[in-house]
């Protein structure tokens, strides 16, 4: 058959229609169940022409065949639509039940979201929904995008569900609603699809070497703008990630089961996860984990399948599909099959691991867990319900009782959090008047966030300014840091939201008395435009993206746009900060009023009419100090070695928030191109390389001569090392080594040190560490700097600024006389605001530059030493990085 298949595959190639056909046969038929007869229902190969496992299926045909699904059994199979891609692919799941259980599926998803507000239900009628509705199991397959075997396993289990009539797979669909989520990541499963297809030959190689083994930047792991989305459940920046949260509030699944691959060379990851927990999941949470893992063995022995918990996966970061559920009182865990990344890999130990071993594999995962929501549908339905309850309970007589935004500077970054936490299923109320609480006043207008209420547990994971780690594990890592051993620290350790909005948040121990409007999910509110017919033209206070997204609007629009290097106060009396945007009708056009107005009720911005020019204190608007905006062109540098995840949050941020377009350029063309159409260049941080190897001298050259003639050229995180290497660096500050606060015994000529006496464990720690070392590596933790607010590059940024410091690049700061530090990290006794960090670092990095500029020919060079749009999640920076591009290309001096 394989020797049919690959001559009709030849005909086809001279046809020139060739479409490999990827049929590789598994060892025996998929599914494998104990007792299962199927019957009745179209299989995967009678839908998509090839057997389950031999192919990997793209999107389109993944959503072909649960269409199949539906149209073969409407009574027990229904399909909702919740969202669509960037790239415009849709975003789907699909319930599966009993004939029973479908028919009243409205009525259990309302019964669970009665259930999940017991305000809602008395004794009685929570314990009659607990005694009546079905377990539920949401499994949500691929949202790396290369890691293929989930979703095909989504088929087959689905398949297996509707097909075979087993006694135990019937008494799972009595007891339990499933959720498919198929395709968490169209977007990256349809890169990886087609470029693996693209390398396949005669036959598959399983050689890790070979090019299907290897993607090419950016490979499939990500979305469309390259977003790793199992970190993206906190900023909800994508819209698959936004749809299935809301698709989750709908439901509210008890187990939520979030399906990965990892490297080939492992067997199966499941729960329970690795240490540290979240201090906000719970002992009974916890447990609940641990039936699920035990049952999960117990399978995984029955087929002869290795397995292994506990060792890598943790679950204290609150950022991914399989912790963020568990706030909101689900089972929520990490499932991980070692991956073949095509059809056939060999393992170090020279077994082949195929496609179908994983699809197998994960099928087998998929149901022993819906055998244990089956089995333990009551215990999960009460411990659901008490979470929630006992959440009500907690924030109304613990120590935090509500969570204070004033809510009078940044404006439309404190409605985006609101906004952020509502679509999360968190209840947010803006007071109607002004109020007292806690020996503070508060204005109308402010944001309440009252603990009491169901979600208690994701609110303080999310608002706290800092959740700690266990002692005991945090020991653990300083003693494996003293003996040059890696930490067990999995990913950042900080992600307070309104730290890293940058937002004013006081917590009360009292629930304030004003009455509220409930907040929305909308994140944008419409803007104003007072005394819309004023003879000058237009004022907009800078500070937030309310104005940021007027200005880029402003300038696609080709509108005369100034911009004040400091503050004004105008003849009226309003004082106005930094930044502030003056709109003249004077070189705009007749319907400038109109085009304000339109612009307003978009960005959201406030704009005031003024009668007349005059400034009764600072600039006025023919000063040097009144920059006029320019639309610049932007490129951004795309491909390696730039990290996929920098490239791609640098992008989206740019675009989706400041609505500006960005162009691309790969590094071969940046070497030796003429950039004169462009007035800004980003290098993203870098991932697996270095700027040096990738442009050479010739681009380096390149580079230099651009920003002499007038460019700006802006460093994200690492790629500043870039900026400060070379016989002649574009940025006059260095790269530190690790600081040593005590010397070492020096080695004499003849080999022999000087004699010493060690009398403690730390004196013997201080004598064999390396003295040429680099600064440990930080997983990531939040920390304060200090804002200079004198310079243009700051205008409308607050004094105090949040940042993400990550790894161990540390940076000496710039001299006077060749450039500015407009950033610092703060002191080393208040310099980290939440997380952990090593005690050497955190000295270390105090009062070093975060953000520098120095001038350069007609030009700039301005370097974040650290990744400002981290995540994309950094909202408290957009501002200084709109400033860095736009009063950047303000205040370069090109030849225009």
């Not at 936004?242 to 439901?251: D, I, K, P, Y």
């Not at 063995?297 to 060792?311: I, N, Q």
């Not at 969570?403 to 404190?414: C, H, K, S, V």
């Not at 806690?438 to 009491?452: I, L, N, R, W």
Request: charged residues 20%; contains cysteine.
């Amino acid at each position: 058959m394989k020797s049919l298949s690959f001559a009709l595959s030849a005909v086809a190639l001279a046809l020139g229609s060739f479409s490999y056909s990827g049929q590789v046969s598994a060892e025996q038929a998929i599914p494998e169940w104990p007792q299962a007869r199927y019957q009745n229902t179209p299989t995967i190969e009678d839908v998509l022409g090839y057997p389950a496992g031999s192919r990997i299926s793209s999107p389109e045909q993944i959503q072909q065949y649960f269409q199949a699904l539906a149209q073969a059994h409407p009574e027990q199979v229904t399909l909702f639509d919740y969202g669509q891609t960037w790239q415009g692919r849709p975003l789907f799941y699909a319930a599966i039940g009993s004939a029973e259980n479908m028919n009243r599926f409205q009525d259990i998803t309302a019964g669970m979201r009665s259930l999940a507000d017991p305000r809602t239900v008395n004794a009685r009628q929570a314990r009659e929904l607990i005694e009546s509705l079905p377990a539920s199991v949401w499994i949500a397959n691929s949202v790396h995008g290369n890691e293929i075997s989930p979703a095909e396993a989504a088929m087959v289990t689905a398949y297996h569900l509707l097909s075979s009539n087993d006694e135990r797979t019937q008494s799972m669909l009595e007891n339990t609603i499933v959720y498919f989520d198929p395709l968490q990541n169209p977007d990256g499963r349809a890169r990886f699809v087609s470029r693996y297809y693209a390398t396949v030959g005669l036959e598959p190689s399983a050689d890790r070497l070979s090019a299907e083994h290897n993607e090419p930047w950016p490979n499939g792991r990500t979305n469309h703008y390259l977003f790793d989305m199992n970190r993206d459940w906190l900023a909800l920046t994508q819209p698959e990630t936004r749809g299935r949260v809301a698709a989750l509030l709908q439901t509210y699944p008890l187990i939520f089961i979030d399906s990965h691959e990892m490297g080939g060379d492992l067997s199966y990851y499941f729960t329970p996860e690795a240490h540290p927990y979240n201090p906000f999941i719970t002992t009974e949470q916890r447990e609940g984990l641990s039936w699920v893992g035990e049952n999960n063995a117990l399978w995984f022995d029955s087929f002869g399948f290795d397995y292994f918990t506990r060792e890598i996966f943790d679950a204290f970061y609150p950022g991914y599909g399989a912790s963020w559920p568990l706030y909101h009182g689900s089972l929520a865990m990490t499932y991980e099959m070692g991956s073949a990344r095509g059809h056939e890999f060999r393992t170090r130990d020279g077994e082949i691991l195929t496609y179908a071993d994983g699809v197998q594999r994960n099928f087998v995962a998929f149901m022993a867990t819906i055998e244990t929501a089956s089995e333990r549908r009551q215990d999960l339905l009460q411990r659901f319900f008490n979470y929630r309850q006992q959440g009500i309970e907690q924030g109304s007589r613990g120590s935090v009782r509500s969570y204070l935004f004033p809510n009078t500077r940044d404006i439309a970054g404190n409605r985006k959090l609101m906004a952020l936490l509502s679509e999360q299923g968190i209840e947010v109320g803006q007071a109607n008047d002004s109020f007292r609480a806690c020996g503070e006043s508060y204005e109308q207008g402010a944001y309440v966030v009252q603990a009491s209420q169901p979600a208690y547990h994701l609110i303080r994971t999310l608002l706290d300014t800092n959740v700690p780690m266990d002692e005991d594990f945090l020991a653990e890592q300083e003693r494996l840091r003293a003996n040059n051993l890696p930490d067990q620290i999995y990913d950042v350790t900080a992600w307070s939201l309104p730290l890293m909005f940058n937002l004013d948040m006081e917590v009360c121990q009292q629930q304030p008395r004003v009455a509220t409007t409930p907040v929305s999910t909308d994140r944008v509110v419409a803007g104003e435009v007072s005394n819309a017919d004023a003879d000058f033209g237009y004022v907009i206070p800078w500070g937030d993206m309310n104005s940021g997204r007027f200005l880029t609007a402003a300038l696609r629009e080709g509108l005369l746009v100034r911009s004040s290097d400091l503050p004004f106060t105008h003849a009226n009396g309003t004082e106005y900060p930094a930044g502030s945007l003056i709109v003249p009708r004077s070189g705009n056009a007749e319907n400038l009023t109109a085009v304000v107005q339109n612009l307003a009720n978009a960005s959201g911005a406030q704009v005031t009419g003024l009668a007349k020019s005059w400034m009764r204190d600072g600039p006025n608007v023919g000063s040097a100090n009144m920059k006029q905006m320019h639309a610049p062109n932007i490129a951004l540098l795309w491909d390696q070695p730039a990290s996929v995840l920098s490239a791609g949050s640098t992008r989206f941020i740019i675009e989706r928030e400041f609505n500006y377009p960005v162009t691309a350029i790969r590094p071969a063309q940046l070497r030796g191109a003429d950039l004169a159409n462009y007035q800004v260049l980003i290098l993203p941080a870098t991932a697996g390389g270095n700027y040096e190897q990738a442009l050479g001298d010739a681009g380096r050259e390149n580079l230099r001569q651009w920003v002499q003639r007038g460019g700006v050229l802006i460093t994200l995180g690492n790629a500043t090392r870039f900026a400060v290497s070379g016989d002649s660096p574009l940025l006059n500050s260095s790269l530190e080594q690790k600081a040593q606060v005590d010397g070492l015994a020096d080695i004499a000529e003849q080999g022999r040190a000087n004699g010493i006496l060690i009398d403690s464990d730390d004196e013997h720690q201080r004598h064999i560490r390396n003295p040429n070392a680099q600064p440990d590596w930080v997983s990531g933790v939040i920390a304060r700097t200090a804002v200079d607010q004198e310079h243009w590059l700051t205008a409308g940024v607050h004094e105090q600024l949040h940042a993400m410091f990550i790894g161990n690049d540390i940076y000496t700061p710039l001299r006077i006389n060749h450039g500015r530090n407009v950033v610092n990290y703060v002191g080393p006794e208040e310099v980290l605001a939440s997380g952990y960090i090593w005690a050497e670092n955190q000295q270390q990095i105090a009062y070093k530059p975060l953000l520098m500029v120095q001038p350069e020919g007609n030009g700039l060079v301005i370097s974040f030493t650290q990744e400002p749009n981290f995540r994309a999640y950094l909202d408290g920076i957009n501002v200084l990085f709109m400033n860095a591009i736009f009063r950047g290309a303000a205040h370069a001096r090109p030849l225009r």
